[in-house]
C-alpha cells in the first residue's frame, strides 16, 4: 500500500483522528522526563490546541495516510523571519508523528519525503536531545533526503537540522 499526505482540513473526519492520538503523541515526546506534562495543567486542553493549528494560516496541518488508513499526521510552519544569528527558514515542522503500529516500516520516511517535495524551501527541524529515537529518525531522514548536505547544531538541549528541500518558496 501506498504511504500519502493530505491536508487536514479537507476532511473533518481527519481533524477528529488527530484528536485522537493526540495524547498518544504527547506521550512518545520526550518518555520519562516530564517535560511535557498534560495540557491541562499548564491552562491548554487538547482540543484548543488542534483548534488554532486549523485556524493559523500560517499552519499546515497534515495526515499521513497508508492506503486509506490515517497512521499519522505532521504540522508544517511556515516560518517567520528570524532575527540574527539564526539562519533564514521557510518551512519548520512543528509536529511529526507516526502511530506505534506503523514505526519502521518505511511510513515515517516516505511521509517526510512528500512533505519536504510538497514544501520546497528552506526547512528546520528541531527534537530534544533527550529523545534519542527522534533524534536518530531525524538524522537518517534528514541525511538520506539531503545526501548528507545539512547543517546540525545542538541548542539548549535541542537538535536543529536545517537544510533545503528545493527551490524557495516565491513571494506571495
Do not use: C
Not at 44 to 68: C, M, Y
Not at 140 to 165: A, I, K, P
Amino acid at each position: 500500500m501506498t504511504v500519502s499526505v493530505r491536508d487536514a482540513r479537507a476532511q473533518p473526519a481527519d481533524r477528529l483522528w488527530i484528536q485522537s492520538v493526540y495524547r498518544d503523541y504527547l506521550d512518545d515526546l520526550n518518555p520519562g522526563t516530564g517535560l511535557f506534562p498534560a495540557l491541562g495543567e499548564i491552562g491548554h486542553r487538547e482540543p484548543d490546541q488542534i483548534a488554532h493549528w486549523f485556524a493559523d494560516p500560517n499552519t499546515f496541518p497534515l495526515v499521513i495516510v497508508k492506503g486509506s488508513e490515517p497512521v499519522g499526521f505532521a504540522r508544517v510552519l511556515r516560518a517567520s523571519p528570524a532575527p540574527p544569528p539564526r539562519p533564514r527558514t521557510d518551512y519548520r515542522m512543528a509536529e511529526f508523528f507516526i502511530t506505534r503500529a506503523r514505526r519502521r516500516l518505511g511510513v515515517g520516511r516516505t511521509a517526510v519525503e512528500l512533505i519536504l517535495n510538497r514544501f520546497a524551501g528552506r526547512w528546520e527541524i528541531t527534537e530534544y536531545l533527550r529523545n534519542a529515537d527522534a533524534v536518530r529518525f531525524w538524522r537518517r531522514v534528514v541525511g538520506g533526503y539531503t545526501r548528507g548536505n545539512y547543517q546540525e547544531r545542538v541548542v539548549n538541549g535541542e537538535v536543529h537540522q536545517v537544510f533545503d528541500s528545493g527551490a524557495p518558496p516565491r513571494p506571495a
